[in-house]
């Protein structure tokens, strides 16, 4: 069978990450790469792949059969534009855009030109999340009442060093990190009506955040609470807690909690809590495992994708479903800078 040729966009962190996973299946193959920094060029040198520094000419020219974005998030929509022109199916990191009205202009071209639209929120591929999903929507634990997200690490100076839009406005990790929890809530314990926030950016001085405390409230009445930071030495992170990547090394620790009045449970370790024959607090509760095959969701979701590129699949996460990920994480920044409760 023909491999599927795959085009990448943006050879920052995210890019080389897409490579090499395209490398290693063998039904997919690189395109080319476009990025105008001499890094890249360099990079694309050493790993002998073709090389362009405007993206609108790896899609004249290398003729992918799809794209996967991982350019600066301001970028997204002119590269994603140029893809809807040319009818190029795309995958698109996250965020799908900067701005919300930026994401409307893209999902709308898309839909015009029927281009394939998937948003790389990729922890949606994660069996552990379909599993998590599971039980709480199943009605497990009860009423679901609260819920706890952390995202506690600390990126090394040489990450911002490497890119400097990582100091700016959008930069952060807002929307560099807190939307894939943002989109973890949302996926598995339903949409978000609310949010208020508190951020900081004292520890490095950045124009952008480095560290933020965010209050939630969702559909039906959960509320949830999200603290993150990049500058903390700390072991509660999707990163550092499931393993799905082996640049981090792991910690055996939880970042998320869902609590109900029948149970609660734990991710990534998916530790369901509950009482036996009797309740309240001087009870025991007994812990049960939920069992779950572990499976890379970047292999996943590059798989999904093909499979969207050769039309025997919908994308799993529309620019739709995206797009109200990104309006919340924009609502935390709107929040913490007015000081306020922010409605959705």
Request: hydrophobic share 45%; net charge neutral.
């Amino acid at each position: 069978m023909a491999r599927t040729r795959i085009g990448v966009i943006g050879a920052g962190a995210f890019g080389r990450k897409h490579v090499e996973v395209i490398r290693a299946d063998p039904s997919c193959e690189i395109a080319a790469i476009a990025d105008p920094s001499p890094a890249a060029a360099a990079f694309a040198r050493a790993q002998n792949i073709a090389y362009f520094p405007e993206h609108e000419r790896l899609l004249d020219q290398a003729k992918p059969a799809g794209v996967i974005v991982a350019a600066p998030n301001a970028l997204h929509l002119p590269v994603g534009l140029a893809c809807a022109a040319r009818r190029v199916p795309m995958l698109m990191e996250k965020p799908v855009a900067d701005r919300v009205d930026a994401a409307q202009r893209l999902i709308e071209a898309a839909r015009h030109t029927q281009t394939p639209l998937l948003v790389g929120h990729h922890r949606r591929h994660n069996p552990l999340l379909a599993a998590a999903r599971e039980v709480v929507r199943s009605g497990r634990l009860g009423r679901l009442t609260a819920i706890s997200a952390m995202w506690l690490l600390q990126k090394p100076d040489e990450y911002f060093a490497a890119g400097a839009w990582r100091r700016e406005p959008g930069g952060g990790p807002l929307l560099i990190n807190l939307i894939h929890d943002i989109d973890v809530l949302r996926f598995v314990a339903g949409e978000i009506e609310a949010v208020q926030a508190f951020t900081a950016n004292a520890v490095r001085g950045f124009p952008v955040e480095d560290t933020a405390v965010v209050s939630l409230r969702l559909k039906g009445g959960a509320l949830a609470s999200a603290i993150i930071s990049d500058a903390v030495a700390a072991p509660w992170s999707w990163e550092l807690t499931t393993g799905e990547n082996p640049m981090f090394p792991t910690t055996s620790e939880n970042c998320y909690a869902f609590t109900g009045t029948s149970g609660s449970l734990t991710l990534p370790k998916l530790e369901l809590w509950r009482y036996g024959a009797e309740s309240g607090w001087t009870a025991p509760l007994q812990r049960e495992h939920i069992p779950v095959v572990r499976a890379d969701p970047y292999v996943r979701q590059l798989q999904h994708f093909c499979r969207v590129i050769s039309g025997e699949e919908q994308p799993l996460v529309t620019g739709e479903d995206a797009a109200r990920t990104l309006a919340v994480t924009l609502a935390v920044q709107r929040a913490a800078e007015l000081g306020k409760v922010v409605e959705i």
